[in-house]
């Protein structure tokens, strides 16, 4: 949200008071967290008693929820309503110490200190290793006001579809943090345009745009800065953001209303960032083994019955194509009742024994899920007179028709109205299903009003964290903590608890494949460990080329699954080599299991996502600072997917000796290379000196990975090293190699 006109100017109807000095510093312990810094700063500088009177003051107030984390709030009118944060599960009140003297105040909270010096001009800073990494400046801190006919010029309509826009507002508060020179801002959610945040406008609103639009499923209002440091505006509600794109020198963050509050948050490296961001908003749990297989659906329109399911399967197994779940999308329910979580009986009378049917031959099954009750579903009546469904002001049941017909919204913030929701899934479980795929959760409206009260406006983005909740709390109910997955679409800060998300709604092209990975590289940055998309794309139906290009980068990450729109997305629609291709990769998947698990179960303690952007293995190589058609999978796989039609792809290595995992070729890094490949091989190399556990079996992912267990080392290492190996069933060893026995 632009406010200025230029660097001396307002916009039109816009008036700003600015924190112009540190008047009066002092300890307080009345804060969230504890112990913290209490600061007065006036809107102009206070030359005699007279310029007290008739000033607006900005009160900030540091404090610490956790260790190497600083809570930051800025309060124009400390008595009015504040809409709250996030929920913080690591939040470990007493983290910091506070100190105050004539020559200022610290707030020292292990690896992070701030700083704020008394007097003017306003100066906070932010220190890591005792080096300055951001601050807030002159006219960094301000409360502003639009005049009504300014709302508009100031862009904050946003979102324009029906029940769906940001909401109007006359106040907001805003932070600018310095923006150093060659400094590189990333996350901010799965965003699927440049990487590198740079010079965008960024709106935290989570919205149903598809991927070729600016809008995101996933809006996480936390950045992460190149300069080893990362920030999160602790507010669910509409948070904009100017990186650099207003006051070039600077991130500006802005939210309506009284108050903000984010926090900064320590490295050094990208990684310990992530690691207490994660540690305060939530890990990710286990995930079972057998999800990392292929997930097979049904598709979206397409027409299926159990016939239709069963050919699918078993052609999967005929052509030793693995298949460890099938998905039932939206019409496994009868068209205009989504959701009444009931089979279409037309379609499939026996869902008992079709599941039943599913599950020996080796299979888990996915049904789509969604929180809106269409009107001519039976269950619509029962949920609006009971109160479960989001009500309008005066009363009424909020609907519309977009999706389903006269549809309402399951209020999730009644915990009656959940507990009706989460018995309906219950019931499914106990027909045989395992998992669900929890779709939309974005299309939020604030014209209405809650069971709690909660502020409309907090509730848009934070609506998804109640659904998924309440789903995932279902399945680690009933299936156990380390066998509960989601495959959702929406989330906020937080959601990485709940996983795991996929990419919504591409098309099935080339450039789309291309928006897709730097989505889900903008998520991994945003903290979101585990993720997959929909291979081939969804829209529209691919081209062969498209389809097997897709097939290898989608089974070369943590979730993989073969989902359409209008057509089936089993290989041999497309040709034989798209068959050829699939058994290749999942075969390979397969064996990589051991890796890729230990990789996930590593991420539950340390919150390093399995797809890892450039910057996140090589914060210290300065050519990886743009790159986002390349990712680590994990720390020692680099993958380049081939995103053109003849075969040609350009692509980075750091410094070593790297090795080709399909042909074994040996290539010096330290450069860019171009290198041309046919359907059933990409870039897929090796970190030097890497000791890579391979499993020896390519027909399922859970499976006993220390049975035949070989451990594969690679060129460019020295000395000795251990890989530890985790089974699904929590068996784990550790096996010692030494790196310069080269056996890759």
Known sequence: MKFTDGFWQLRPGVTALYAQEAY????????????????????????????????????????????GVIRVRIAHHEGSR???GFGLPGARPGSATATVSDTGGILDAGALVARITPGAPWDLSFEVDGRRVTGSGHKAQGYVRLASDAQVDAGIVGNARQGGSTPHSSSFVHEQLDLGVGELVYGLGERFGPLVKNGQSVDIWNADGGTSSEQAYKSIPFHLSNRGYGVLV???????????????????FSVSGEVLEYFVIAGPTPKDVLGRYTALTGRPPVVPAWSYGLWLSTSFTTDYDEQTVNSFIDEMAARELPVSVFHFDCFWMREFNWCDFEWDPRVFPDPEGMLARLHDKDLRVCVWINPY????????????????LVRRPDGSVWQWDLWQAG???????????????????????????????????????????????????????????LYNRAVHDVLTQARGVDDAVLFARSATAGGQS????????????????????????????????????????????PDAGVFKRWTAFGLLGSHSRFHGSSSYRVPWMFDEEAVDVTRRFTHLKMQLMPYLYQQGLDATRTGVPLMRPMQLEFP???????????????????????????GSVEFYLPAGEWTSLLTGETVTGGGWRRETHGFDTLPLYVRPGSALPWGARTDRPDYDYHDGLTVRVFTGGSGSAAVTVTNPDGLERVYPVDLAEVTG
Request: include cysteine; proline fraction near 6%.
């Open 373 to 388: 009750i269409g009107q001519r579903s039976p269950l619509f009546r029962e949920a609006a007179d009971q109160g479960f």
């Open 82 to 84: 504040w809409h709250g």
């Open 407 to 465: 549809m309402g919204l399951v209020d999730f913030t009644n915990p009656d109205a959940t507990a009706w929701y989460q018995a309906k899934l219950r019931a499914l479980l106990d027909q045989g299903v395992d998992c669900f795929k929890t779709d939309f959760g974005e299309r939020i409206p604030t014209e209405v009003v809650w069971a709690d009260g909660s502020d409309p406006e907090r509730m848009h983005n934070l609506y998804t964290d």
């Open 234 to 252: 602790n507010d669910p509600g509409h948070v904009s953001y100017e990186i650099g794109s207003e006051t070039v020198e600077r991130v500006q």
């Open 498 to 541: 709940m996983p795991v998300h996929w990419g919504g709604d591409s098309t099935s092209t080339f450039a789309s494949m291309a928006e897709t990975l730097r989505g889900g590289l903008s998520l991994a940055l945003s903290g979101f460990a585990f993720w997959s998309h929909d291979i081939g794309g969804f829209e529209g139906m």
């Open 620 to 646: 210290e190589d300065p050519a990886v600072g743009y790159l986002d058609r390349q990712y680590m999978l994990g720390p020692d796989l680099l993958v380049a997917p081939v995103l053109s039609a003849d």
């Open 24 to 67: 009066d510093i002092a300890e307080t312990s009345d804060t969230a967290d504890g112990d913290g810094i209490v600061i007065t700063a006036p809107t102009m500088v206070i030359a005699k008693r007279g310029d007290t009177l008739n000033r607006p003051v900005l009160t900030t107030t540091l404090s610490s929820p956790a260790e």
